[in-house]
T-cell receptor, first 110, second 113 residues
Framework: LAKTTQPISMDSYEGQEVNITCSHNNIATNDYITWYQQFPSQGPRFIIQ???TKVTNEVASLFIPADRKSSTLSLPRVSLSDTAVYYC???????????FGKGTTLSVSS | NAGVTQTPKFQVLKTGQSMTLQCAQDMNHEYMSWYRQDPGMGLRLIHY???????DQGEVPNGYNVSRSTTEDFPLRLLSAAPSQTSVYFC????????????FGPGTRLTVT
């Protein structure tokens, strides 16, 4: 399984766009990139998943360059409620397990 | 749908005691997993199951047993609790593979004294 590296923490203000970059240099051909969000005392919640280029849903966008060695989660116009830990994961579709790192703690201030 | 439910929410054990953490899902998901999360850390996979009757070890399986007799239930057994097993335990389910969106339960906070 490819190891991921992401910043330990980030700070932002309400209304700003936040971009969290994740490095996964050893990503395999069949691997997908998935992001989860976790609030204190809750289980993680799926945000978005992608294979290449760009994926967008109602919550976030995921940008993946052609070499797929990194990815960027973009949160548009964050609010205080977006304060959470964000995890970047790489996993195969073949059914192997998910490996969570320490994630990025995002703090949004007013 | 209740989604993924876990019981109990909190538990205190003495060293050497055994117990079972319960996990159930009503989404007919084939895949279920158990993770533990220590303070300030990410989640670590303990055991997982790709269907009834099939289980496999994750990253940190020692000290834990699982079984999957039905699609809905995936209990985690602590055989002889140790202080190192103090953690928050999360159960998750998903379909069609583990790498797709996983649905997590609310967690069980376990303290071993």
């Amino acid at each position: 399984l490819a190891k991921t590296t992401q910043p330990i923490s980030m700070d932002s203000y309400e209304g700003q766009e936040v971009n969290i970059t994740c490095s996964h240099n050893n990503i395999a051909t069949n691997d997908y990139i998935t992001w989860y969000q976790q609030f204190p005392s809750q289980g993680p919640r799926f945000i978005i998943q992608g294979y290449k280029t760009k994926v967008t849903n109602e919550v976030a966008s995921l940008f993946i360059p052609a070499d797929r060695k990194s990815s960027t989660l973009s949160l548009p116009r964050v609010s205080l409620s977006d304060t959470a830990v964000y995890y970047c994961l790489v996993a195969t579709q073949a059914g192997t397990a998910l490996i969570f790192g320490k994630g990025t703690t995002l703090s949004v201030s007013s | 749908n209740a989604g993924v439910t876990q019981t109990p929410k909190f538990q205190v054990l003495k060293t050497g005691q055994s117990m079972t953490l319960q996990c159930a899902q009503d989404m007919n998901h084939e895949y279920m997993s158990w993770y533990r999360q220590d303070p300030g850390m990410g989640l670590r996979l303990i055991h997982y199951s790709v269907g009834a009757g099939i289980t496999d070890q994750g990253e940190v399986p020692n000290g834990y047993n699982v079984s999957r007799s039905t699609t809905e239930d995936f209990p985690l057994r602590l055989l002889s609790a140790a202080p190192s097993q103090t953690s928050v335990y999360f159960c998750a389910s998903s379909t069609p593979t583990l790498s797709y969106e996983q649905y997590f339960g609310p967690g069980t906070r376990l303290t071993v004294t």
